[in-house]
Each structure stands twice: as C-alpha cells, then as structure tokens.
C-alpha cells in the first residue's frame, strides 16, 4: 500500500529543471522561403535554470515565480502553454495542468528563456501522463515550438543547422566559465533578423569554422575566446548601441572573448577560471553599463526531472 501511495504521488505534480544557452558561434544565412533564416550554431547550455512544475488540475494555467517572474506571460502566448495544447494534442488529451514556473533564466534576453520552458513543458508532461514519448518524438513537438526547443530538450553542446533545430552533438571537453551581462529590456529576436536582412542582403549559407570546433574539443578556452562570433550581434548592436561599449567593456576587464548571445541582448563573456569570473561581475556591476551580472558555466545537461 505504501508503495502504491508513492506511485500515486510522483505522477500528480512533475518537476523539470532546464538550462539557458549560449551561442558560442551563430552564423546566419539568409533568410529562406518558410521565413526563417538557415543558420549554423553551435549551442551551450549554462547553469542558470528555470524550475518548471506541471501538476494536473481542472484547467490549463501558468503561474510565474522567481526573479523574472513578472515579465512572462501567463496566457496562450508562453510558449510553455503552447507546449501543453501540442503534447494533449500528440496524446489525444485535454491539456489540464497547472504550469509553475520559476524563472531565473532572465527574459527576451538571447539565453533561450521561452523555449526552455517550453521543452520542460513536454517533458513534464510526458512523465506526468505516463506518454512515453521517445526522443525523436519530443524532438519533433519542440521544432514545431521554435528553432531553439530542441536544443534546450538536449543541452550539452551541440551544432545547429537547419533554423536551428537540427541538432548534432558537439565533441566538447572540460567546464568553460561564463559571465552574463544582463539588462532589463529584452530585444525582439524577430526585429533583430529584420535588422539583420537589412544590413547583410547578400548573407551566404554559414558554416562553423574548424578552428571553433577544435577549441570546443580541446576545452581550450583561450582558443575559443577568439573564435566567438554571432552574425546577428551587429543588428543587436544597431538596435542597441550601448552593448558595444559593454563587450568592449568585457574585453578590457579581462575576458578572452565576447560577444551577444543569441538575438541578445545578453551580452556573454569568456573568462578563464572561476576567479577571472567574479572579478568580471564585480567590474561590470561597478561600470554602470549593466543591469545585471552574473558567472555562470556550461555544458550542462538539458532539460531533467528532479
Ligand atoms: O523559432 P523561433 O520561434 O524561436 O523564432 C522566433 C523568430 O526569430 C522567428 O519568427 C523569426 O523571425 C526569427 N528566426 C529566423 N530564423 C531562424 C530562427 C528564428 O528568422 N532560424
């Protein structure tokens, strides 16, 4: 009996804990005829999590806690709500959850925030309702969320082709240490392509350079710091020209490289150990230039019931 109360138990409320990313390489192409761009990336997951809870109720419902939790939606438009309609839809249910997210992946900001709550969606819900889907069908309910879902499923490191969504693992060694430069007012990554077509109308089909991949695989730090890059940063800087002085502000303190993450606009520095990290947060907290610091490391693990 009391085992069977523990059984019971576990599949009542789901907790999911789901990583950021950072792109270390984002190289975009142009933009193809179902509207999105092909891009070659090479993702990794940082150790900043949202604690995402999907527990059975009488509706479909998202609550928010946590730092940032004042600035998700909580209705259709989260795209974690979008996740739980397509999983009861995959699984011939209604989607009755209540949605608990706790939010530390800041928002809008280039680190995957949206999405990663939305692969915790699906796998809360596949524990939740017993669904079993496998991988490659979770997979396939996350490219059809947004290019960057399937990657936050994974974590790791990975390369991304296709829009983003056509994930191969990435030889990677050893723990790279990161600070984020974070600010208040999120960038819309759609506004940011359009920047981007306007700034580079003859964009050609990207590639990740050799020499990125060769520093991944050695964890060489020093390497890779050199071999940050991010297509869409110029756009990002255009829409928001404070975050020049702000990777140049990194560069100057110490870091190895720098660059925008994602659409932005998180700014995410390389750094060479653990104490090159807090020294860059205390600067960056001190420059006036920030709204946030912090130091944080990847690769970890994607999206995971606890
Ligand atoms: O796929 P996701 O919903 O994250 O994309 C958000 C927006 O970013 C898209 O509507 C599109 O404007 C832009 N995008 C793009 N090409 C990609 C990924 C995203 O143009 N590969």
Redesign the pocket.
Known sequence: MPLLLAKYSETVSVTVRVPAKVNAYLG?GP?QAD?????ATIFQSLGVYDEVTVAAAGELSITAAGTWADRIPTDETNLAWQAAVLMGDRCQRAPLVSITIDKSIPVAAGLAGG?ADAAAVLVACNELWGAELDRGELDSLASQL???VPFMLHGGCALGSG??DHLTPAMTRGTFHWVLATFSDGLS??AV??RFDELRPDAEDPAVPSELMQALARGDAEALGLALHNDLQQAAVALRPALGRVLSFGIDHGALGALVSG?GPTCAFLVRHEAAAIDLVVDLMGSGLVDGAMHTHGPVHGARVV
């Open positions: 975009v933009r509207g999105f761009h092909s891009l999405s947004g290019s960057d829009r983003g990554t759609p392509y359009r659409s």
